[in-house]
């Protein structure tokens, strides 16, 4: 088998260059036949492979990606699918599915999302106290070119951080018991009290995301409150899997051999 390996584009990894590569190159090391590993800036010509890893968001990435499903390359993540992931779309799906979501408005404070893709900065991802705060960054986001935008409330609770691949293998970890973090907004969310909540309710929430979308290497970010209810705050394409790194990258390598 000879499998493509493609690496995303550095200002998609804010904080996590090492860490997603780190978790390519465990995978692809679990493989069989020739591994051809490369940037997702240097991508031309990927025909000719049985399957395709990638990392990958650059618009043209997706395009090539595409392409080479629609010729029956297996491709892992799908294009489509990333494209399903942009933020903005991502959260009128869920919203309309019924996931388990923050409410729009709330008492304390909001969180300001920009919605044209992933996170690229710090400042792509800010809390807002109040409306006039939000009011106001907005117009920040907008001088700096970013119009799309989602805006949620905060809820108060644990922050769960969930990791998946398929249907196979899924892990979550307490933010605050010594998890990395790429901005440090889980700081808003204190010490993790462990509210007692359903992962397996959480887990299927998460898996229904995933199959809405297409993915099928994703990770996220879960608030759970007092009453152990939880809320699925962020969903993202092949996240760095950075604590539980080995056992991600055979549950990949698995899957792309299927």
Known sequence: MKTLAVLRNVCFSPNSVDKDRAIMESAIRRLGGKVVLMEEGKLSDIEGFDAILSMGRLPRTLELLKEAETGGCRVINSGYAVERCRRSRLEALMRAEGIPMPPPDGADGYWLKRG???????????????????EARKRQFA????????????V????????????????FYYSGDGQPSKFGNE???????????????LRADAERVARLTGIQVYGGDAIVDEH???FIIDFNDWPSFA???EEAAAAIAKLTGE
């Open 143 to 154: 001088l700096r070119g970013i119009t799309d935008c989602v805006v949620s409330s905060h």
């Open 228 to 230: 152990g209810q939880h």
């Open 116 to 134: 044209d893709g992933a996170a690229q900065a710090e400042d792509d991802v800010v809390y807002c106290p109040d409306r006039r705060a939000l």
């Open 187 to 201: 700081a808003l969310n204190g010490i993790p009290h462990h509210y007692p909540f359903h992962a397996e309710a």
């Open 243 to 245: 604590p539980c790194r």
């Open 156 to 171: 108060r609770g644990d922050l769960v951080k969930f990791y998946a691949v398929g249907d196979a293998f899924f892990r």
